[in-house]
């Protein structure tokens, strides 16, 4: 089911980028395990020092995150950031604070529009660098039923042996 408005971000990734590996900061696995995600949307971060500091690090979390449109802003809720001993000694700092991701009008009103809508929500699905900038790929989503849980994991299971059955007979 297609929204009417602006283009969603493009999640792919370049080739350089793919091998490198380096960008992306944490992944949110089970989100893609627990939804179907219809459309992807790029957003900015607004951190703290600390925080970008523990980003360096790879001392991130976004299992159990999700997005929330609040008085026509995007909030990041459940992303967990472990603050780095050596930086965080003087703040008080607080790994699960909520963050806001900057999106313009028109993103905000499609993910507005379609998590009011019935079985729609809006989880973060990635996390990672773009130049200097923390970018948070966020998604539409919309939950999957516990048939198509097992129907998805007998596929992987069948790529799985079949990449086995290839690899043993050549």
């Not at 696995?29 to 939804?35: H, L, P």
């Not at 003087?90 to 079985?119: M, Q, Y």
């Amino acid at each position: 089911m297609g929204f009417p408005g602006p283009r969603p971000y493009n999640a792919r990734m370049s080739k350089s980028a793919k091998q490198a590996g380096q960008n992306t900061i944490a992944l949110n696995r089970r989100a893609k395990f627990d939804y179907h995600i219809d459309e992807r949307y790029e957003a900015g971060m607004v951190l703290e020092g600390w925080e970008v500091k523990s980003l360096r690090a790879g001392k991130a979390q976004l299992v159990d995150s999700f997005v929330q449109i609040h008085q026509g802003e995007a909030w990041l809720h459940g992303a967990h950031f472990t603050p780095l001993q050596s930086t965080s000694t003087h703040d008080v700092v607080d790994p699960k604070r909520v963050r806001k991701l900057l999106l313009n009008k028109d993103e905000l009103a499609r993910i507005f529009s379609a998590t009011s809508a019935k079985g729609y929500t809006c989880v973060a699905t990635a996390m990672y660098w773009k130049g200097a900038h923390v970018k948070c790929e966020i998604g539409l989503a919309k939950g999957k039923k516990q048939h198509d849980k097992r129907e998805d994991s007998k596929e992987k299971d069948w790529a799985r042996e079949k990449e086995r059955l290839l690899k043993h007979s050549a």
